[in-house]
């Protein structure tokens, strides 16, 4: 059978992966030679990013190409706008929003009243936007009343929200993602959150209030993260951390230390 591969630039033994793979068609750097005892059997693809080329040829053929419009079992606000290139799934309620073009809604998300999300951006199931934040005031008797959230939620082009994860309304201003930060499953950010370009935030992560983090920013499983703290550019926060202090750009947080990346 015919099978198209990959190989990774850094691999010590690629020439050795490459010949004795069963792949016919291989994507990989410059370095590797095609052997004589290749020649007939196998095609290499040489290019500088092995693993972003073989991930957009097969995205290209793989992708699921969502049918526009939305889904006749949600319930819609009358004023909400979504593109009409846009999908909504089934049994989704969206609120007064803004929903840009070709972004995908998968089932059973609630988008409440003020949110926006650009263009393709892709929010996968059970996703909730818009909720209203976890901030309380507390009476001279003791008992908790809840502060009021006026902001919404705003989504750039490109972001992706994993199922089961939950981002606030800002209480005065927007909770704000990036463009092209992605989210993995079970994700929490609370209100007024503002996180930066092209970050990536794994499962499990929980993003206390008001804290604003940067571009290019990597949050590892697990993580929790304090309200009202600064994350530089560049960041990188490991998995399980406890992150209890700003970091500076370009810096990482190992448990509860602060170091400078290698």
């Known amino acids: ?76 606000h009358p004023e909400a706008e ?36 650009g263009e393709e951006a892709v929010i996968e199931a059970g996703v909730v936007l818009g909720a209203e934040g976890f901030g309380l005031a507390k009476t001279s008797e003791g008992a908790w009343e809840r502060f009021p959230h006026l902001g919404g939620v705003r989504l750039s082009n490109r972001v992706q929200v994993g199922a089961g994860s939950t981002i606030d309304r800002g209480a005065i201003q927007n909770t704000v993602i990036g ?27 929980s993003i206390a209030g008001s804290t604003t983090i940067g571009d290019h920013v990597w949050i590892s499983p697990g993580a929790t993260i304090l309200n009202k703290l600064s994350i530089g550019n560049h960041a990188f926060v490991a998995i399980g951390a406890t992150v209890t202090q700003s970091i500076p750009d370009n810096y990482q947080a190992i448990g509860r230390k602060i170091l400078p990346k290698n």
């Open 82 to 117: 979504i593109n009409a290139s846009a999908s909504i799934g089934p049994n989704c309620t969206i609120g007064k929003c803004i929903i840009g073009a070709k972004t995908n809604i998968h089932g059973n998300c609630y988008l409440y009243d003020g949110v926006e999300i």
């Open 179 to 205: 463009e092209g930060t992605k989210i993995s499953k079970a994700v929490h950010i609370s209100h007024n959150v503002q996180i930066g370009n092209h970050c990536l935030i794994t499962g499990a992560v």
């Open 1 to 76: 059978k015919k099978a198209i591969t990959w190989c990774h630039p850094n691999a010590d033994n690629k020439q050795e992966i490459v010949e004795k793979t069963r792949a016919t068609v291989i994507v990989c750097d410059k370095s590797v030679v095609l052997s004589s005892k290749m020649k007939s059997m196998k095609t290499l693809i040489k290019v500088q990013n092995p693993k972003l080329t073989f991930t957009r040829m097969i995205r290209s053929i793989t992708m699921d190409q969502n049918e526009p419009g939305v889904h006749p079992s949600c319930v819609v």
